[in-house]
């Protein structure tokens, strides 16, 4: 999340700084300006506490997140914006789906846009841009999506106005959310910004598509593998514990699938989670460690490998490719059943679909490995800096099994690290025009 200065310190912080101003002012020495000095201080102090009880916002919620404190409704809708919007979302072909997309300037949901877009359907993008991850890279994602005729609309999910007026003109059948917080370490450093995201605007999506929407549209959204935390049994099966998060981000999306039961219980929504374990491809995520390897094994830099404590297990993540996760998407999408909720958030019409699925690749591969690959990608060897894993959010191993979504909808992830990191690799270079000994060219 790109966060504004903190304005936590508004209206208290600063009239005390301006008293302590005010104060050491030499002015305040004869009797009349003082007089009128206090008279003014008054004046201030009654202003603010009018302003202050009109506006609780102002003191809390706007201060604690930073975010876009006033609906960007009005200052965006156009006629010219609603034909975009319409357009966009209007599928090509007659079976064709039409789909909100929301972290459509993200990696995964730029990926999922374009392959929904192809196969005819109609789809709308939605993203904040925020600045956890360079939003330069953003931009050109939402170019690419615009020359394939999506358009994405640049707001925050909780501006809940905006996506009522989405909702207005356009009935989705299906949302596919992936806008979210994500990252385990840096929920240390900016823990609001996981329950904005991934709770409050969850929260704030589930009650349009529940009491506005119409019809209520199916949801399939992004959970996360996290979810499994200090679980031991593997490979991680659906059925597996969840509630022991290792890290803020975990346990957001842990919140998110208790959350997602309780508007399929009260409204009768459709909802499929879907945990991710560690995607990866062209166009992916800088903040992440095949990512930022990369990067740095390119420049010389010196990278950080985390190694288990001594007589543990190796480190590993069942990387998955980006097209293996997009057809996981797609599938999740085709099989999800329309919401049995009455628009108006009335009573359902009966139980509706609520479901989870790992989408993995089921090989683990360690850190030290991925490495190699990437060494042997760029002609370059890397320099390391192996430390002990620090507990502050990773888990030391995850592994998908993915029978479920295999049995569901036929996923069945095809493609091995190596291939997929070089098709990254062929992207990074290409993206980024960097010069490299050799590129390997797999074919598609
Ligand atoms: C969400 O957005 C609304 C405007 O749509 C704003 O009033 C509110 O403060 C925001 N809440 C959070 C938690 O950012
Ligand atoms: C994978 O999960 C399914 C249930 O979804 C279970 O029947 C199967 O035994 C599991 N496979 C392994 C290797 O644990």
Known sequence: MGYPPDTT???????????????????????????????????????????????????????????????????????????????SSTPQIPTGISVLVTGAAGFVGSHCALALKKRGDGVLGFDNFNSYYDPSLKRSRQNLLLR????????????????????????????LHL????????????????IHSNIAGFVNLLEIAAKHADPPPAIVWASSSSVYGLNTANPFSELHRTDRPASLYAATKKAGEEIAHTYNHIYGLSLTGLR?????????????????????????????VFEAPHGQ??????????????????????TAEK????????????????RVYNLGNTSPVPVSKLVSILEGLLSKKAKKNVVSMPGNGDVPYTHANVSLAHNDFGYKPTTDLT??????????????DVKIKQVVDIER
């Open 9 to 87: 310190k508004t209206s208290m912080e600063r009239y005390n700084s301006y008293l302590r101003r005010v104060n050491s002012t030499k002015l305040i020495n004869t009797p009349t300006s003082k007089i009128l000095i206090r008279s003014l201080l008054l004046t201030a102090v009654i202003i603010l506490i009018f302003f202050t009880v009109n506006n609780p916002n102002l003191s809390s919620s706007s201060s604690s997140t930073g975010h876009h404190p006033r609906s960007l409704l009005s200052s965006l809708v156009t006629s010219d914006w609603e034909k975009s919007v319409r357009k």
């Open 148 to 175: 394939h005729e999506i358009f994405t609309v640049d707001a925050d999910i909780n501006d809940s106005d905006l996506l009522k007026k989405i909702f207005d003109l356009v009935p989705f059948t299906h949302v």
């Open 179 to 194: 806008a979210a917080q994500a990252g385990v370490r840096y929920a240390i450093k900016n823990p609001q910004s996981y």
């Open 276 to 304: 991710f374990f560690t995607v990866y491809g062209p166009w992916g995520r800088p903040d992440m460690a095949y990512f930022s390897f990369t990067k740095d094994i390119l420049n010389g830099k010196t990278i950080t």
């Open 313 to 334: 297990k190796e480190i590993a993540r069942d990387f998955t490719f980006i097209d293996d996760v997009v057809r996981g998407c797609l599938g999740a999408l085709d």
């Open 339 to 354: 919401s049995s909720g009455v628009p108006g958030g009335g009573k359902k019409k009966g139980p509706a679909q609520l």
């Open 419 to 432: 291939m997929g990191l070089a098709k990254f690799v062929k992207w990074y270079v290409g993206y980024y």
